[in-house]
C-alpha cells in the first residue's frame, strides 16, 4: 500500500529565505507526483505537476524534483514571502487514478 | 469560467441523519473525484467517477456511503446514518479526461460536524 509522508510538518521561516519542503512515498510505481497549496478554509490549489518520466518542474519561485526510484521529491521555495504561508501537500496519482495524499507541511513566513 | 463549485460549504447534522454533499464540476471535465480530510487522518481518496464507466468505490470507508454522478455532471455524495467519526471536510475535484497528464481542480470543500 502506498504511503507519503511529508518532513518537516510545520515549518516557520523569516521573508526571503530559500527553503526546501520533503515528500517521500514507498512505491515507486506511480503516474505523477503533484505539489498542492491549501489556504485555511479553502480547497487545494495545484503549483507543479511532475510526470513520472520527469526530473523536474518549475514555475516562477518554486521548483519541484522527483527521484521516483528513492522514493522522494523536493518542493524548493526561493525567496520566501508571507503569501506563501499555507500548507503543502504533496501526493501521487497511482494506478487507478486516485491521489494518495501526504500529511503536509504547515509554512508560516515571517514578515 | 467557473471552477468546481460545492454545496453546502458548511453542513451541522445530528448523528443517525443522512446528509448530502453536492459537487459541480468543471464544464466538460470527464473525470470527477471525491476525498475526505480529517483531523489526523490526513486527505484520503473516496470514489472516482470517469466518463460512463462504473465508479472506483474502492476508497468509500463503509456501506453507509454512496455517491451518483448523473448525466456526466452534477455529483452527490451521500452519507447515511452519520456518525461522529464521519466530521471531516469532504472535498471535489474533476479533471478534463481523468488521465495521469491531468491535472485535478480541486472545490472549497463541504465541512460536515456530525454532533
Known amino acids: 500500500k502506498q504511503e507519503v509522508t511529508q518532513i518537516p510538518a510545520a515549518l516557520s521561516v523569516p521573508e526571503g529565505e530559500n527553503l526546501v519542503l520533503n515528500c517521500s512515498f514507498t512505491d515507486s510505481a506511480i503516474y505523477n507526483l503533484q505539489w498542492f497549496r491549501q489556504d485555511p478554509g479553502k480547497g487545494l490549489t495545484s503549483l507543479l505537476l511532475?510526470?513520472?518520466?520527469?526530473r523536474e518542474q518549475t514555475s516562477g519561485r518554486l521548483n519541484a524534483s522527483l527521484d521516483k526510484s528513492s522514493g522522494r521529491s523536493t518542493l524548493y521555495i526561493a525567496a520566501s514571502q508571507p503569501g506563501d504561508s499555507a500548507t503543502y501537500l504533496c501526493?501521487?496519482?497511482?494506478?487507478?487514478?486516485?491521489?494518495?495524499f501526504g500529511p503536509g507541511t504547515r509554512l508560516s513566513v515571517l514578515p | 469560467g467557473a471552477g468546481v463549485s460545492q454545496s453546502p460549504s458548511n453542513k451541522v447534522t445530528e448523528k443517525g441523519k443522512d446528509v448530502e454533499l453536492r459537487c459541480d464540476p468543471i464544464?466538460?471535465?470527464?473525470?470527477l473525484y471525491w476525498y475526505r480530510q480529517s483531523l489526523g487522518q490526513g486527505l484520503e481518496f473516496l470514489i472516482y467517477f470517469q466518463g460512463n464507466s462504473a465508479p472506483d468505490k474502492s476508497g468509500l470507508p463503509s456501506d453507509r456511503f454512496s455517491a451518483e454522478r448523473t448525466g456526466g455532471s452534477v455529483s452527490t455524495l451521500t452519507i447515511q446514518r452519520t456518525q461522529q467519526e464521519d466530521s471531516a471536510v469532504y472535498l471535489c475535484?474533476?479533471?478534463?479526461?481523468?488521465?495521469?497528464?491531468?491535472?485535478?481542480?480541486f472545490g472549497p470543500g463541504t465541512r460536515l460536524t456530525v454532533l
Open positions: 464544464s466538460g471535465h470527464t473525470a
Open positions: 511532475i510526470q513520472s518520466s520527469q
Open positions: 501526493a501521487v496519482l497511482v494506478y487507478g487514478q486516485n491521489f494518495v
Open positions: 475535484a474533476s479533471s478534463a479526461e481523468g488521465t495521469h497528464t491531468d491535472t485535478q481542480y
